[in-house]
């Protein structure tokens, strides 16, 4: 029976991680989702209001998008550029 190795077990764990690390991808989406339906909503009753909705909508979904590219730097540097194999 082969042992696991320090290296492979860095390797597996951190790739476990950045999996882990893209489930950030998730609150993004739901919350986007629910910008744009009220937005659209709101376009709805207001279209006079049209041009300030949109822009507050894409204010918001711009500061929510950020957990979700967070949780991709993260993944990436635990695939790519992993700093804890230089720790062995």
């Known amino acids: 029976m082969e042992q696991i190795t320090g290296r ?6 951190s790739a476990v991680g950045a ?11 739901i919350g ?3 910008a744009a339906g009220k937005g659209a909503e709101a376009v709805g ?3 006079e209001a049209q041009g300030d909705i949109i822009r507050t909508m894409l204010l918001g979904a ?3 998008e ?3 590219i967070y949780g991709l730097i993260i993944a990436l540097v635990l695939l790519f550029a992993n700093p804890l194999i230089g720790l062995l």
């Open 8 to 13: 492979a077990l860095i390797l597996a764990c």
């Open 19 to 29: 999996g882990l690390a893209m489930i950030a991808g998730i609150g993004p989406g």
């Open 32 to 34: 986007q989702g629910y």
């Open 45 to 47: 009753r207001q279209p």
């Open 62 to 64: 711009a500061v929510a």
């Open 66 to 68: 950020t957990t979700g």
